[in-house]
């Protein structure tokens, strides 16, 4: 004689058969095995992204409507305002996002020694990187009411996603708006990149970009730079640079470097008739392993 099932084992087989169903994710927070939590995908298009990015070791859409995405560790700004950080709706495919907000001259907004509001993934192991990784890391954003540059302010650029060395001192990399474009530049290396010579016509639009990159304490490593603008099917690769030198640390005992996404404005005052009040938007954040599987 065959027992039914008790109502424990059946409420384990129906969450089994719902988890399983048409090969979609549950949304909310999930946690894999020897890694950190990272939040769910609830959209049919990024679940098709992550098939096609391999090994997603970190992916911040926050669809849970929360500043840390649900992320446990995730850091989302050192600025005392209240709106140095925010989210808003709608997101880059999604409900939410995340807004970052510098105003000069009000130290609500002036941490960690400038005027900056950002996100960061040094608490998280995924987060991180070290000599030899090898990864995929990819953002979008959007200049909200971003005001243009015009004759007479400062030459200094707003920093908006970038690869950071731990133990202080420069980024490795980071994208920065200066003037009328969008340029990555990598500081230890004295080097910097046009990847959009003229953003005025994408104010207020998401763009979305992919920076590959092998980190190599030596002329071993490789940069990849892509961008996909709005109307875009795809990205474009913008810059390559292979048997490069990318792990290049002004501290000797930088042992590892995170992501950081939002605003950063050094070298921005009023005195320079600079723009007070800065906006932008983030989403879609992924730290992918390489190479792809």
Request: proline share 4%.
């Amino acid at each position: 004689m065959i027992k039914k099932p008790t109502k424990i084992v059946s409420a384990l087989l129906l969450l089994s058969v719902l988890t399983m169903s048409c090969g979609k994710e549950s949304t909310g927070v999930i946690a894999l095995p020897g890694q950190m939590k990272i939040n769910t995908i609830n959209a049919a298009s990024n679940q098709d992204n992550i098939a096609n990015n391999g090994d997603t070791l970190l992916f911040v859409n926050y669809e849970n409507g929360t500043r840390n995405s649900g992320i446990q560790g995730l850091d989302t700004t050192h600025a005392t305002a209240s709106d140095a950080s925010y989210i808003v709706t709608p997101g880059r495919d999604g409900s939410y996002a995340i807004a970052h907000k510098v105003v000069l001259g009000n130290t609500g907004y002036y941490s960690d020694n400038n005027w900056r509001s950002e996100s960061a993934t040094s608490q998280l192991v995924n987060g991180k990187f070290v000599r030899g990784d090898e990864r995929r890391y990819e953002c979008s954003l959007l200049l909200k009411d971003w005001m243009p540059y015009s004759s007479g302010m400062s030459q200094a650029g707003d920093i908006i996603f970038q690869g950071k060395l731990g133990g202080g001192g420069n980024p490795a990399w980071y994208f920065m708006t200066k003037r009328n474009e969008i340029a990555f530049r990598m500081p230890n290396n004295n080097l910097q990149k046009t990847i959009i010579p003229d953003f005025r016509p994408y104010i207020n639009q998401w763009i979305d970009f992919r920076v590959d990159v092998k980190w190599e304490d030596g002329p071993t490593g490789y940069y990849k730079v892509y961008v996909k603008l709005p109307g875009s099917a795809d990205y474009a690769l913008i810059w390559q640079a292979d048997n490069f030198h990318t792990y290049l640390a002004d501290n000797p005992n930088s042992t590892n470097g995170y992501s950081k996404w939002g605003l950063y404005r050094p070298d921005q005052n009023l005195a320079n008739g600079d723009v007070q009040t800065r906006i932008i938007y983030h989403d879609n954040i992924r730290i992918i392993k390489l190479p792809l599987q």
